[in-house]
């Protein structure tokens, strides 16, 4: 597949400060890009890998910080990949000490002022953690905290940072007993005793089962399966299970699976840049494109991999990928794939992929194309392909 000479392009390959460090870097980068989404292409399990990327997504770290550059690949094969069906307390911990969390969101850095560290250098707590943790991650914007709350769990953080030299394997996570701010915290209506990591366990292991991150939890995913505006029965329905089981994520993904508004009506959802480009090589039967072409794929559709514009993630909603230059950027995209895929029938494509679905009017246009690139466009950027 050919380079494709857009501006969006240049998004996909992030530049790096240190010149000496920064093609090495860039190239980890692509490859690890390219390998999670061959992963998807190539799977016998899609519905894991999906889990993968919406937990992803959940927990973003964005190379839009360099130093997560090299590491983004590594904290969704390390604190994602292996807990998307198992507790929502492990994956949570997991992700909360994986180095690309910590220096995404400025904690490994965050020290107690009245720490032992904090006396001798004058420095302060960061609160970026604390604070995405509570809004973003589990209890949500509505969850019930405070400032006064953020502060303090910045407070509990305090030393969960990346080890240094002798102390441990440099860069993998350590507690610093000399950044924790000593004493006693109080949040959410309770009283953290002073301590150690234990402090930051407690209140991981309490918010990974509060009815607060079950009912945030329960939307994300609804939405994300279902519709782009949950249906309250059915975040009703998973959030329960969520309580019920400890937050067993096998036992939530089948109750939100299992709804019937998960499968009637059909092509609800909007398919991401990300998923876009996933089906159409799925249908391709997995092409052999360049590593740098999947990745510029995903940057010319308008996102790149593990590139969130902020901690929030990537939206999960139709009219985020429905503007009109967000459009262009499809047929553009269509273009080029049908250009580079001359001996593909669309029409048996289209049969294959979407062909219960497929409207009158589609069938037409594919159809009444004039040519075998023509009507690989209509398929690709047909309405029922370009929804799930």
């Known amino acids: 597949m050919p380079a494709v000479a857009t501006p969006q392009v240049a998004a996909a390959i992030p530049k790096v400060a240190a010149p000496t460090q920064g093609e090495p870097l860039r190239q980890i980068y692509i490859g690890e890009a390219a390998a999670r989404t061959r992963a998807a292409v190539a799977s016998t399990t899609p519905l894991y890998e999906r889990l993968v990327q919406f937990w992803s997504n959940h927990f973003t770290v964005s190379i839009e910080r360099p130093a997560v550059l090299a590491i983004a690949g590594a904290f969704e094969r390390e604190a994602i990949r292996p807990h998307v069906t198992g507790k929502f307390h492990d994956l949570l911990r997991a992700v909360v000490m994986h180095p690309a969390m ?6 490994a850095q965050s020290i107690g002022p009245d720490s032992i560290a904090g006396r001798r250098r004058n420095k302060g707590i960061n609160e970026n953690l604390a604070r995405e943790m509570l809004e973003l991650h589990t209890l949500g914007v509505d969850g019930g ?11 509990i953080l305090t030393g969960w940072t990346l080890a240094h030299g002798p102390d441990g394997e440099s860069g993998s996570f350590m507690f610093e007993p000399r950044m924790h701010e000593p004493g006693d915290k109080s949040l959410c209506g309770m009283t953290i005793r002073g301590g150690g990591q234990e402090e930051g366990e407690a209140m991981l292991a309490w918010l990974a089962i509060h009815p607060s991150t079950a009912r945030f939890v329960a939307t994300k995913l609804v939405r994300h399966f279902i519709a782009d505006d949950p249906p309250r029965a059915a975040v009703d329905a998973v959030a329960a299970v969520f309580r019920s089981t400890g937050g067993d994520l096998a036992a939530v993904t089948r109750a939100v699976i299992g709804r019937p508004e998960a499968w009637d009506p059909p092509l609800t959802k909007m398919r991401s840049p990300n998923d876009l480009v996933i089906a159409t090589l799925r249908a391709l039967d997995n092409p052999p494109w360049e590593d740098k072409e999947i990745v510029r794929s995903m940057a010319l559709l308008g996102q790149p991999v593990w590139a969130a514009p902020s901690p929030a993630g990537w939206p999960d909603r139709a009219d985020s990928w429905l503007g009109p230059e967000a459009l262009m950027r499809r047929l553009q995209w269509a273009d080029i794939v049908a250009r580079n895929a001359p001996r593909a029938d669309a029409t048996e494509l289209a049969q294959a992929t979407i062909g219960p679905a497929m409207g009158p009017a589609t069938q037409a246009a ?21 929804r799930r």
Request: aromatic share 14%; glycine share 2%; hydrophobic share 45%.
């Open 102 to 107: 910590l220096l995404y969101l400025d904690n």
């Open 145 to 155: 905290y405070t400032q006064a709350d953020v502060t303090a769990f910045a407070r």
């Open 366 to 386: 594919i159809a009444d194309a004039g040519n075998p690139r023509e009507r690989m466009v209509m398929w690709l950027a047909s309405r029922e392909f370009e």
